[in-house]
């Protein structure tokens, strides 16, 4: 299984980005897919994840953040609005089988990551 993140650049205080997760080797069905960030010097961060076809945010970026999924396509997506400078880090999608509720924000219970691509929000 495979996972290869895009979308990451250097944008403006408000803009937006839409990052991608293109999966090989595995579909979607039965697995939960969620986004993480990692900024210099903390720990990895839970920024969304779909599980079960519902969804979960961080508090940090819920009503500015959406995941979703291209099952044809097999491509996850991370849609970032009124991206703020403390949005800045690397993002990285993962992919997780058979989690349960309580695991979705736990980024040790995710077998498979993409390579993480770097968002950086000036002010």
């Known amino acids: 299984v495979q996972l290869q993140a895009s979308g990451g650049g250097l944008v403006q205080t408000g803009d937006s980005l839409r990052l991608s997760c293109k999966t090989s080797g595995r579909t979607f069905r039965g697995t939960t897919i969620a986004w993480f960030r990692q900024a210099p010097g903390k720990d990895r961060e839970f920024v969304a994840g779909l599980w079960r076809t519902r969804t979960y945010y961080g508090d940090s970026v819920k009503g500015r953040f959406t995941v979703s999924t291209d099952n044809a396509q097999n491509t996850a997506y991370l849609q970032m609005n009124s991206l703020k400078p403390e949005d800045t880090a690397v993002y990285y999608c993962?992919?997780?089988?058979?989690?349960?509720?309580?695991?979705?924000?736990?980024?040790?219970?995710?077998?498979?990551w993409g390579q993480g691509t770097l968002v950086t929000v000036s002010s």
């Open positions: 993962g992919l997780g089988e058979n989690l349960i509720l309580s695991s979705v924000r736990q980024a040790a219970q995710y077998a498979y």
